[in-house]
């Protein structure tokens, strides 16, 4: 950084910067506490999607053991066929959030089919649906992370940068500018004495 003018310009400057500093500071600070909650909340919601997503897989082990057999053709039955994600401002951070997701079952016979297909199907559509909430959730979760990650530079660039250099020049200034005062006061004394000699 360049060496800082010693003037009252100067002092001024350092002066209306540390004031627009302290009083970001606090609004940034704040920023960061709620993205931090949000962020503890977003992960929550993917450790939620997680666990709805193993007891699915769990219910569909214990009670449909039968999809072992490899002639009962069960592939392609559910399939997405459109998702719409929306945004949510959370902090001044735009996050996408699920708002419709569109899954089509594929048309079978009941006849060709064991009735436990059904309940495999409904099972299908949860987890599909899950799936695509859980790559939502992902996403929010880091948007909110770097929104955090920023906040929590520019909070430690204010309180230990930029507001510490910020009272230093201005005591800097200050100290100089005494000093200033000092030697103009003795320099007066020292030529009013010369004079009356």
């Known amino acids: ?36 909650m949000e962020r503890k909340k977003a992960e929550d919601a993917v450790k939620e999607v997680c666990e709805h997503i193993k007891q699915i897989e769990k219910t569909v082990k214990e009670q449909l053991p039968m999809l072992a ?22 902090v001044g951070t735009v996050v996408p959030i699920v708002e ?7 048309p079978y016979s009941y006849l060709a089919k064991p009735h436990w297909v059904d ?39 204010l309180s230990k ?5 910020s009272n230093k020049n201005i005591a800097k200034i200050n100290i100089f500018m005494s000093d200033m005062d000092r030697a103009a006061v003795v320099n007066a004394k020292i030529s009013k004495t010369k004079m009356i000699s």
């Open 1 to 36: 950084m360049a060496n800082i003018a010693l003037n009252k310009n100067s002092l001024n400057r350092e002066k209306s910067n540390l004031k627009t500093f302290n009083r970001y500071l606090p609004a940034l600070e704040l920023k960061r506490q709620q993205l931090m």
């Open 69 to 90: 057999c490899e002639e009962i053709s069960v592939e392609g039955l559910v399939q997405v066929t459109h998702v719409v994600l929306g945004e949510q401002n959370i």
């Open 100 to 106: 419709k997701v569109d899954i089509v079952v594929t």
């Open 119 to 157: 309940f495999l199907v409904e099972c299908l559509r949860k987890m599909v649906k899950l799936h695509v909430e859980m790559q939502v959730c992902k996403l929010r979760y880091q948007a909110i992370s770097k929104a955090t990650r920023t906040t929590s530079q520019r909070v430690n660039l």
């Open 161 to 165: 940068v930029l507001i510490p250099r």
